[in-house]
């Protein structure tokens, strides 16, 4: 068994951090989510008793932000084969075409729009 991986596409300012911000509170992560854009990745622990059915049987919630990623090998030095490899992290990707060939094949997936 691998991680989930969901990786979150759109353009940018579509709403991509805001949904992993309100996904994080769903599974119960009470301190401030911010941006990973420049930090590239921030985990966070996943308490049992508040992610409810949403989070069962994940320990931690990885944000990773790729959009300043220029290869797919810079996501490889910060522990990516490592991330995938526990099937308790849940990995929330933004900007996943960046490193396309890193991401699982039953990968989940949103698309986001802006609404016009």
């Known amino acids: 068994m691998f991680a989930t991986v969901i990786a979150l596409q759109g353009e940018l300012g579509s709403g991509k951090t805001h949904f992993a911000q309100a996904f994080g509170k769903v599974l119960g992560i009470i301190e401030n989510m911010p941006s990973p854009t ?8 996943i308490d049992p008793t508040k992610a409810g059915h949403v989070g069962a049987g994940f320990k931690k919630l990885i944000h990773i932000d790729a959009y300043r990623l220029e290869k ?5 030095h910060l522990g990516w084969n ?21 991401i699982p094949k039953d990968a989940k997936r949103i698309l986001f729009k802006h609404e016009k």
């Open 38 to 45: 420049f930090v590239i990745m921030r985990s966070y622990d």
């Open 72 to 76: 797919e090998e810079e996501l490889l």
């Open 82 to 102: 490592e991330l995938i490899k526990s099937p308790e992290n849940l990995i929330l990707i933004e900007w996943p075409e960046r490193v396309e060939g890193l």
